[in-house]
Nanobody
Framework: QVQLVESGGGLVQAGGSLRLSCAAS????????MGWFRQAPGKEREFVSS????????NYADSVKGRCTISRDNAKNMVYLQMNSLKPEDTAIYYC???????????????????WGQGTQVTVSS
């Protein structure tokens, strides 16, 4: 069983920064692409960013491109999302997820992820 635990959310003013972290259990973390998704109140869950198993391919939603950077530390079983120049529309619960297939490139589709964390709240005030 894989467990994902997010941290690093909080309340920040517009223009500020946050670094989200996701700690994963399991010995095969390095074999899987990881993704970040978010869900705002009254809206569907949406893709934010993903990182391939090898770490060589990064994908970003247009809404966060240029403001966010995804990274991973396979030695620590961690994945991070650095978010800069935050906007009120970034307010959401942010979820970390593991892509179902091994050695993936980091899908943008949530149904291709099989394990999810409990989420961490990010609130950006104007």
């Amino acid at each position: 069983q894989v467990q994902l635990v997010e941290s690093g959310g909080g309340l920040v003013q517009a223009g500020g920064s946050l670094r989200l972290s996701c700690a994963a259990s399991g010995r095969t973390f390095r074999n899987y692409a990881m993704g970040w998704f978010r869900q705002a109140p009254g809206k569907e869950r949406e893709f934010v960013s993903s990182l391939s198993a090898s770490g060589s391919t990064r994908n970003y939603a247009d809404s966060v491109k240029g403001r966010c950077t995804i990274s991973r530390d396979n030695a620590k079983n961690m994945v991070y999302l650095q978010m800069n120049s935050l906007k009120p529309e970034d307010t959401a619960i942010y979820y970390c997820a593991r892509e179902e297939r091994t050695y993936g490139m980091g899908s943008r589709r949530s149904y291709e992820y099989d394990y999810w964390g409990q989420g961490t709240q990010v609130t950006v005030s104007s």
